[in-house]
């Protein structure tokens, strides 16, 4: 009958099942009737006894009914139950093997994050030992096409194949020079007193001829650092008359010799010149004279490269000078930045 229908048949003071049995058979019949109609009063009672045993057994029907239905949506509760439970183990287990996917997804970014980084790291190294010219790899790159880096003007800031630019847009014009070589300090300080002067309150026409000296003045100068001057490169910008050419003066030894003798050892100086070699070279429109010559005085003994051009009413001049001595050993350099002057207008 199951617990629930027991409990039902105590609370309505009903016998169990087993208990009305003995009463089915004929040779208990008798004692089956004394027990009911103990304390009775006649038939009637009996009767009513009688059907109230029968409404009991009927109620007792519906209770084991109920107490099987009862049992029933258990059992369909514990299957419920166990479906529920594979389910959330499935759901689990699949939760689970998308942890680990995302786990192994997070480890192989983790794993593409250490390349990224080192790749980035070595390209930005890569690109500050570039701009600092590492122990010269920028300029070994660059000495590839020393052509190409030239014409792009990258030797201002890095040596091509052993030279740097020299690149005064503001006086006009550009030349290579040797990258060991240093600028002429001394220039800075004769700026500096230039600076000095132009502050001053003088009259106009002694302004004037301030302004005329200051041209003689090289506009740079180059030479090797802790040397005595007496090698380097440098340039004079100097104003002339509009309508003087170097063609006026002649041909490139013509013209060497008018400025040798008159110009840089003219009589009485205690100097020799000696013209060389004398060239002519046309670059965008200008003319460019390079002449090579000795220059003999009672204390030094010289060589030179010069190269002088005309425009715009100014006379520009590179001159290149060695103790003879060292000639040997400069005179490339010295033709290389002979070649590579020239103006920007």
């Not at 084991?64 to 959330?88: F, N, R």
Request: hydrophobic share 40%; with cysteine; glycine share 8%.
């Amino acid at each position: 009958m199951g617990v629930l229908g027991m409990s039902l048949l105590l609370q309505l003071n009903l016998p169990p099942a087993s208990s009305t049995l003995p009463c089915i058979s004929p040779a208990q019949g008798s004692s089956c009737r004394r027990r009911i109609f103990l304390g009775g009063r006649g038939a009637g009672r009996s009767v009513r006894r009688k059907d109230g045993v029968r409404s009991g057994r009927k109620q007792l029907g519906f209770l084991v009914a109920a107490s099987l239905q009862d049992e029933k949506e258990a059992a369909t509760t514990s299957s419920l139950s166990s479906s529920s439970s594979s389910s959330s183990t499935k759901s689990f287990e699949e939760s689970s093997s998308d942890t680990s996917v995302v786990s192994s997804s997070s480890a192989a970014a983790a794993s593409w994050v250490v390349p990224r980084r080192f790749v980035l790291g070595t390209s930005v190294g890569l690109l500050v030992a570039l701009g600092a010219n590492f122990l010269g790899v920028t300029s070994a790159l660059l000495s590839l096409n020393p052509a190409l880096s030239r014409a792009a003007r990258v030797d201002v800031l890095y040596p091509v194949q052993g030279y740097k630019r020299c690149l005064e847009t503001s006086r006009g014009f550009e030349f290579i020079y040797p990258a060991q070589w240093v600028g002429d300090q001394r220039l800075l300080y004769r700026a500096v007193e230039r600076a000095e002067r132009e502050r001053s309150l003088d009259l106009p026409s002694l302004q004037q001829q301030q302004n005329r000296r200051r041209s003689i003045d090289p506009v740079v100068a180059f030479g090797p650092p802790g040397s005595n001057g007496e090698l380097n490169v440098s340039i004079v910008v100097a104003p002339t008359l509009p309508s003087f050419t170097l063609e006026k003066l002649g041909g490139p030894k013509e013209a060497g010799e008018t400025l040798l003798h008159r110009f840089i050892a003219p009589e009485g100086s205690n100097k020799v010149a000696n013209l060389v070699n004398a060239e002519r070279r046309d670059d965008m429109g200008v003319v460019f004279y390079t002449l090579e010559f000795t220059v003999e005085g009672p204390a030094f003994s010289r060589h030179n490269v010069a190269v002088y051009a005309t425009s715009s009413g100014e006379l520009f001049s590179l001159n290149a000078q060695s103790p003879k001595a060292l000639w040997p050993n400069v005179q490339n350099q010295f033709r290389e930045m002979a070649n590579s002057f020239r103006l920007l207008r």
